[in-house]
């Protein structure tokens, strides 16, 4: 009965489609009307998270082929469809940032002072181009949806931004994110001019040459390493984080950051196996310096958002080297972290939030002695510290585990240096919980003095299970990836 109703009414269009037909509703309410568009903001976000849970419990484990597959003829000249469906690798990213929306939504209940209904519009389409990254199997069109997310991302930044650079940095994130992705473009229309289809299927079935794979594997990295951030296209990540809102700072980091790194997943290392190889000694090159640099940079920082902003930095750039490690447990590994990342580095800046939201500040030296007036506040902002250096019982030490033994398969000096970046980690993690939490009180500076309500201690809750979940017991998240995976790594030969 249960899969007769799902085959009648649930399909991946539709978990596409329910952000928008939310957002378009929210369109003709006046905006007097804030209660009743607070709730079907809420509402809409949360059901697009029931609905993607149905998802999960539906995948099958035993097979690689993609899932829930739909197609729609969209161009028949050129042979372009809308084309979509998941597997292990793409299934945990579409949860979480069905996760997070309704996240960010709370975050702005009462944060937000002007143009709340556009503020729910804006992530409600937000959230429905990124689930549509993540399933489209047609790579034109995964393209026109990828740009499509710098759009509202944009807009949340620059309208809703907390301080005067605001404009300065959506502008930055918009034309640094999409001057790379014209390369990528170019490569699709010269794929497309050779085969004739934009189909991912087909694609993976075709050789391209050698030269050519180098020539459009250089393109696709152009795109996505600004997206991961990779050094030295990482300037505009603390920029924006910095200056957009919260919750814009929790899609920057929880989603579009691994944007850049599930193109490489299924785009660049499948259908380019040789230049990948080719070019597995640079992007270790590149990850271990951004890894090493990013650490040294966080813990020269003053600003608690680009504390957080670079070390995602150095996470993300982990998550690389366990993707370019080309077997199963360091692929494995960095869609674990990637995920973990986006609930810790989320969690985080969902922290820096509420002390900005009553002290109006975020420069670390008029922080101190907050154990003894906000002691909610400081137990939790302990957790998500211990899980941000990847203590073992929390989600990034499985991921960083996993990564450092595939990497080891591959290169033990790269796994080496890689392992800095957990030591530099806990450095500068242990150093701003003290500055922040322990330390000499400033009543000078510090003049609101309650603790966490009852809305933020239940936003910070799901975190808080999620990570210890995804530490204590990863086998649920493994399982549904490892096929998929040991396709991959089989497809392109890389065992």
Known sequence: MLQFLASFYFNLSGLILCPLLGSIILSVIPDSRIRLIRGIGLCTSLITFLYSLFFWIQFDNSTAKFQFVETIRWLPYPNIHFYIGIDGISLFFVVLTTFLIPICILVGWSSIKSYKREYMIAFLICESFMIAVFCMLDLLLFYVFFESVLIPMFIIIGVWGSRQRKIQAAYQFFLYTLLGSVFMLLAILFILSQTGSTDLQILLTTEFSERRQILLWIAFFASFSVKVPMIPFHIWLPEAHVEAPTAGSVILAGIL?????????????????????????????????????????????????????????????????????????????????????????????????ALYDRHKTRLVKYYGGLVSTMPMFSTIFLFFTLANMSLPGTSSFIGEFLILVGAFQRNSLVATLAALGMILGAAYSLWLYNRVIFGNFKPKFLQKFSDLNRREVLIFLPFVVGIIWMGVYPEVFLECMHTSIGNLVQHGKFD
Request: contains cysteine.
């Open 257 to 353: 950051l691994k944007l850049g790194t599930y193109g490489f997943l299924r785009f660049s290392i499948p259908m380019f196996p040789e230049a990948t190889l080719y070019f597995t000694p640079f992007v270790y090159a590149l990850s271990v310096i951004a890894i090493i640099y990013t650490s040294l940079t966080t813990i020269r920082q003053i600003d608690l958002k680009k504390i957080i902003a670079y070390s995602s930095v150095a996470h993300m750039n982990f998550a690389t080297i366990g993707m370019f490690s080309l077997n199963i447990q360091g692929i494995e590994g960095s869609i674990l972290l990637m995920s973990s990342h986006g609930l810790v580095s989320s969690a985080l800046f969902l922290c820096v939030g």
